[in-house]
């Protein structure tokens, strides 16, 4: 098929930084930990004392400032270097149609994959990732049997993240 038949479904480049919201949650945490957990402190029926109430709540929310830069570090990171591959030309390309095409199950567990020219992919809605993850359970396009353009990097596990993907059209 000649590229003005395809149709271009998701690129990394084009989506922003969408796991926005996966550090954001932590958000919620450290304000729970500064804020509200004094708040508890204050209250005249107190099921442990103040030092310790203290205590968990320097534990609390350290941890919850902890986890929110790390997550950001994690998601923001990977958003970058996939973008980077994609803009730099360093991203792998393979072309052909989707073979062994392997739905997410109905009860959303692991991850729906597939090759391509012997290529495998994966992803879930279910993962925090920059790259491609919208699985057929919830409309996404991917079958077997479908021609496709894809742009990946490979992330060190054992699928590869589809950084851009390009499907025939109609």
């Known amino acids: 098929m000649n590229p003005e038949h395809y149709t271009l479904v ?4 084009d989506s922003g930084y969408k796991a926005w919201w996966f550090p954001a949650a932590g958000l919620l945490f450290i304000l729970a930990g500064v804020f ?3 708040v508890i402190n ?3 029926v107190r099921p442990w004392s103040a030092a310790a109430i203290a205590a968990f709540q320097m534990f609390f929310a350290g941890f919850a400032i902890l986890w929110t830069i790390i997550s950001f570090a994690a998601t923001f990171g990977n958003y970058l270097l996939d973008r980077s591959a994609l803009k730099n030309g360093t991203a792998s390309y393979v072309e052909g149609v989707v073979e062994n095409f392997i739905p997410m ?3 959303k567990h692991g991850e729906e994959t597939f090759d391509v020219g012997g290529v495998p992919f994966g992803y879930s809605d ?3 990732i920059a790259g491609f993850n919208h699985t057929a359970y919830y409309g996404g396009p991917v079958h077997e049997g479908l021609p496709v353009h894809i742009w990946y990097r490979n992330t060190g596990r054992d699928n590869n993240e589809i950084l851009k993907l390009e499907i025939a059209g109609n």
Do not use: D, E
């Open 10 to 13: 998701f690129s990394v480049a």
């Open 36 to 38: 509200v957990i004094p």
């Open 42 to 44: 204050r209250l005249k």
């Open 105 to 107: 199950t109905p009860h």
């Open 126 to 128: 279910n993962i925090v």
